[in-house]
């Protein structure tokens, strides 16, 4: 059965283009293009995610995520043009599911809603990262070859790949990494990130697997 998913943009020709390539995807898309129509579309009809702007005519994005999450947990991308920290954090903290930054590949919005489909639904996982860490060894694995990674490396991994394709703030790995409370800064969190890629280097497949998302945080690509 076609997924019926609401589209809110207040940009009459970017939302053509996504709701072009969500039926190309077998969804179902409605669109409606003002903020102070969002509860009352949503709550006339079944809809599987809300495809989200920020700034909208009628109303705020942010607002109404927020309004959203008191009484549903359907999936929330919010799409903006808007790029800071703060607004990222914001939104993820009210319960968005992901934060997708305009201007966006609607092929990428299309993929990254399907993985936030598949993980609120509980439908059957993707196969198996390549990658594997050995807690014994404290080392990451890939195939029949080994790398060696520092206690604080191999937390920081151990979160990333847990979710693979979810954005981690710094916050957030800084909790995985040093479970003691201490106050670290985010520099030291990217200084290990960067320690870290340059081991994955030597296993790795075509491409970074670690995605630096402006303003955000982290994200790992299992298969790259």
């Known amino acids: 059965m076609s997924q019926h998913i609401l589209v809110v943009e207040d940009e009459?020709?970017?939302a053509d283009v996504l709701v072009q390539y969500l039926e190309q995807s077998d969804f179902t898309v409605q669109w409606i293009g003002r903020g102070d129509e969002v509860l009352s579309t949503f709550t006339s009809g079944a809809f599987a995610a809300v495809l989200l702007d920020i700034m909208l005519p009628g109303g705020d994005g942010i607002a109404l995520c927020r309004e959203l999450r008191t009484f549903s947990t359907v999936p929330i991308l919010l799409l903006s043009a808007r790029v800071?920290?703060?607004?990222?954090?914001?939104?993820?903290?009210?319960?968005?599911?992901d934060y997708i930054c305009k201007p966006y590949s609607p092929r990428e919005v299309v993929a990254r809603l399907k993985a936030v489909l598949r993980r609120s639904q509980g439908a059957p996982?993707?196969?198996?990262?390549?990658?594997?860490?050995?807690?014994g060894q404290l080392a990451v694995c890939r195939g029949d070859q080994h790398i060696a990674l520092t206690s604080v490396e191999y937390h920081l991994l151990e979160k990333l790949l847990a979710q693979p394709g979810r954005i981690f703030s710094r916050a957030q790995l800084m909790?995985?990494?040093?479970?003691?409370?201490?106050?670290?800064?985010?520099?030291t969190i990217d200084s290990h990130i960067k320690k870290l890629r340059k081991k994955l280097a030597l296993i790795r497949g075509d491409?970074?697997?670690?995605?630096?998302?402006?303003g955000v945080g982290?994200?790992?690509?299992?298969f790259l």
């Open 218 to 222: 982290y994200r790992f690509h299992a």
């Open 84 to 97: 800071d920290e703060i607004d990222r954090l914001l939104g993820l903290e009210l319960g968005a599911d």
């Open 175 to 187: 909790a995985n990494m040093y479970q003691d409370n201490r106050i670290v800064s985010d520099r």
């Open 12 to 14: 009459k020709k970017l």
């Open 207 to 214: 491409g970074d697997p670690i995605e630096s998302v402006y």
């Open 125 to 135: 996982p993707l196969p198996a990262t390549p990658y594997y860490l050995d807690a």
